[in-house]
C-alpha cells in the first residue's frame, strides 16, 4: 500500500515563530488532506490538497503531485496551534485515507 | 451546521462483551468512514460506505468486527467478544462524495478490561 511519511516527528516553537512540516507519499493521490488534532482527540481538517496551493488565515499548504510531497506553513504560532498534524491520502480508486504518524507540535510562550 | 456525531463517548467493557458504537453523518453526505486510533498501530481505516455500494471492509481487523449502514445515514460498528487489543479511539468521519474533504466526528474511546 501507499507510504506517507511526515517529518520532523516533533516540533518544539516559541510562540510567533514559523514553520514549516513535511508530507512525503510514495504513489499518485486522488486525496490529501491535513488535519490537526487538538489535546482533546477531535481531527479538525484544516486543508484539502491533492494538488496546487491554498491558505486559510495563518495557515498554508503546497502539495507538488508530480514530486510526491506536500508541506505545511504555519507562521506567526500561537500556543493554540499545539496537538499533533497528520498528513492522510488517498490512491488510485480507493477512498480511504492512510494517514503519517503525525508531527507533535508543541507552542511555548 | 451539525458535524459528525458519534455515541457513547466512551464506552468501558469487559472482554468478552460484545459492543456498538453508533455514527451520524453529516447530513447529505454519501460516504461514510470507520477508523480507529491506537497507540501501536497509529490512525487505520476500517470500512468504507458510499451510497447504496457495496462496503469496502478491506480494514476490518476480524471477524469479530462488523459494519451496517442503514437508509445511508446512521451507521453502527459492532465489535463481538472484544479483546483487550480492541481498546482504542473508533472514529467516525463522512464526505459530501467519493474523493472529498473527509470530516471527522469526535471518536468514541473503547476500554476493554
Known amino acids: 500500500g501507499i507510504q506517507v511519511e511526515q517529518s520532523p516527528p516533533d516540533l518544539i516553537l516559541q510562540e510567533g515563530a514559523n514553520s514549516t512540516l513535511r508530507c512525503n507519499f510514495s504513489?499518485?493521490?486522488?486525496?490529501l488532506q491535513w488535519f490537526h488534532q487538538n489535546p482533546w482527540g477531535q481531527l479538525i481538517n484544516l486543508f484539502y490538497?491533492?494538488?496546487g496551493t491554498k491558505q486559510n488565515g495563518r495557515l498554508s499548504a503546497t502539495t507538488v503531485a508530480t514530486e510526491r510531497y506536500s508541506l505545511l506553513y504555519i507562521s506567526s504560532s500561537q500556543t493554540t496551534d499545539s496537538g499533533v498534524y497528520f498528513c492522510?491520502?488517498?490512491?488510485?480508486?480507493?477512498?480511504?485515507?492512510?494517514f503519517g504518524t503525525g508531527t507533535r507540535l508543541q507552542v511555548t510562550l | 451546521g451539525a458535524g459528525v456525531s458519534q455515541s457513547p463517548s466512551n464506552k468501558v467493557t469487559e472482554k468478552g462483551k460484545d459492543v456498538e458504537l453508533r455514527c451520524d453523518p453529516i447530513?447529505?453526505?454519501?460516504?461514510l468512514y470507520w477508523y480507529r486510533q491506537s497507540l501501536g498501530q497509529g490512525l487505520e481505516f476500517l470500512i468504507y460506505?458510499?451510497?447504496?455500494?457495496?462496503?469496502?471492509k478491506s480494514g476490518l481487523p476480524s471477524d469479530r468486527f462488523s459494519a451496517e449502514r442503514t437508509g445511508g445515514s446512521v451507521s453502527t460498528l459492532t465489535i463481538q467478544r472484544t479483546q483487550q487489543e480492541d481498546s482504542a479511539v473508533y472514529l467516525c468521519?463522512?464526505?459530501?462524495?467519493?474523493?472529498?474533504?473527509?470530516?471527522f466526528g469526535p471518536g468514541t474511546r473503547l476500554l476493554v478490561l
Open positions: 490538497i491533492p494538488s
Open positions: 460506505f458510499q451510497g447504496n455500494s457495496a462496503p469496502d
Open positions: 504513489d499518485s493521490v486522488n486525496n
Open positions: 492522510a491520502v488517498a490512491t488510485g480508486t480507493a477512498s480511504k485515507l492512510t
Open positions: 468521519a463522512s464526505s459530501l462524495a467519493q474523493y472529498r474533504t473527509q470530516y
Open positions: 447530513s447529505g453526505h454519501t460516504a
